[in-house]
């Protein structure tokens, strides 16, 4: 066979592969367009482990209340980009993917977000997860984490969903955007002291001479002169009188943008307290013996705006004075010792308080 009826034939095979690949396509799709949803099938990962913070009911619920149409709605009409933004939108679900198969069913698959620890303080009810989000407690949803109470206030508002950091982060830019307003705000009222201060100079330079070529007499000019020095008196107590005003108003606006950064300085405050607390529940839960010991945390902030909490064990009926969370390892070294060698022999309600927060140090009331 000559060279060039063998590439004919070799091209006219490949298109007839490629015209079969397209037609099984288009078929292929035009099958799918027509097909409806056969069912709907809901797979969560790891809710059982996490206590059901999500279900299967509740995603088809929402879903409902939503009003999203799902079984016996055509294929291609299937929105499952607002259904997955729909259930993402409850801040327990981590992912959400949502797809059809050939045989029509739809198919979401969902991971639920790990708490570690339930703040129920400050009037919230909200979970916070190991990477610092959070999100209100669901209704009827309980995951055995411990729980944080107290007047502690954490650094974000008590409806929030999300990130705590990227909250932080937003606030801490706004308020940075709010000084550098409040700085242009300044800029007229140094501009305006500027200028006049130009024309009072002048004015101070400004003099009269005696106009004997117009025929001036002495006395003619004596008053010209006493009133050009009246003149000037006004501008000056006017100028003095303005430029307090305005120098009134920038020390306002600069305390205003010193409020805007004890703000943030407070809030990154705030923000380290809360990893701070973050950082004690996992250090807490991931030691056995303090895991099942501890059974509520009790955290406040003191007159002076520092962090510290309380321990309720299970063993006993005392309280445990904790303090700040700056060196919390030691400190839980030095309880357990107390624990072991005072406790088992003294009794575990032979004392009502036991305060571990200061250096090198157990004190006991009882």
């Not at 003294?346 to 250096?359: K, L, Q």
Request: overall charge positive; proline content about 3%.
């Amino acid at each position: 066979m000559k060279p060039i009826f063998r590439q004919v034939l070799w091209m006219l095979l490949w298109g007839g592969v490629v015209c079969y690949v397209i037609l099984a396509v288009v078929l292929r799709g035009d099958l799918r367009a027509h097909r409806k949803i056969a069912r709907l099938e809901i797979e969560l990962r790891d809710s059982s482990e996490m206590g059901f913070l999500v279900t299967a009911d509740r995603v088809r619920r929402q879903i409902e209340r939503a009003k999203i149409p799902t079984v016996g709605e055509q294929i291609d009409k299937v929105d499952c980009d607002r259904i997955e933004r729909l259930i993402m939108s409850d801040g327990f679900v981590e992912k959400a993917v949502a797809y059809v198969t050939n045989e029509g069913i739809l198919r979401i698959k969902l991971s639920q977000r790990e708490p570690v620890y339930r703040l129920m303080s400050d009037r919230r009810n909200s979970y916070v997860t190991r990477s610092g989000y959070t999100f209100v407690a669901p209704p009827l949803a309980s995951v055995y984490v411990p729980v944080v109470t107290g007047d502690y206030a954490p650094p974000f508002p008590r409806e929030y969903k999300g990130s705590v950091r990227e909250h932080i982060l937003r606030r801490l830019g706004d308020l940075d955007l709010e000084i550098s307003e409040l700085e242009k705000s300044k800029r007229p009222f140094y501009q305006w002291m500027d200028n006049y201060a130009d024309s009072m100079r002048k004015e101070r330079r400004r003099f009269i001479k005696r106009k004997w070529w117009l025929g001036e007499s002495e006395e003619e000019f004596d008053k010209r002169v006493v009133k050009l020095r009246r003149e000037k008196k006004m501008n000056r107590r006017r100028f003095r009188y303005i430029r307090g005003l305005y120098q009134d108003t920038v020390k306002q606006i600069a305390r205003q943008q010193e409020s805007r950064k004890m703000m943030q300085k407070k809030l990154q405050k705030n923000y380290e307290d809360f990893v701070k607390l973050l950082t004690f529940v996992e250090h807490v839960e991931s030691d056995s013996f303090w895991r099942s010991e501890v059974v509520q945390i009790v955290a406040r902030s003191t007159p002076a705006g520092a962090l510290e909490v309380d321990l309720i064990p299970r063993s006993g009926d005392f309280r445990i004075r904790f303090g700040r969370l700056d060196d919390f390892g030691r400190k839980f070294e030095r309880l357990e010792r107390f624990y072991r060698k005072g406790l088992s022999r003294i009794g575990w309600n032979y004392y009502r308080s036991i305060d571990v927060r200061y250096d090198n140090q157990v004190i006991c009331k009882r």
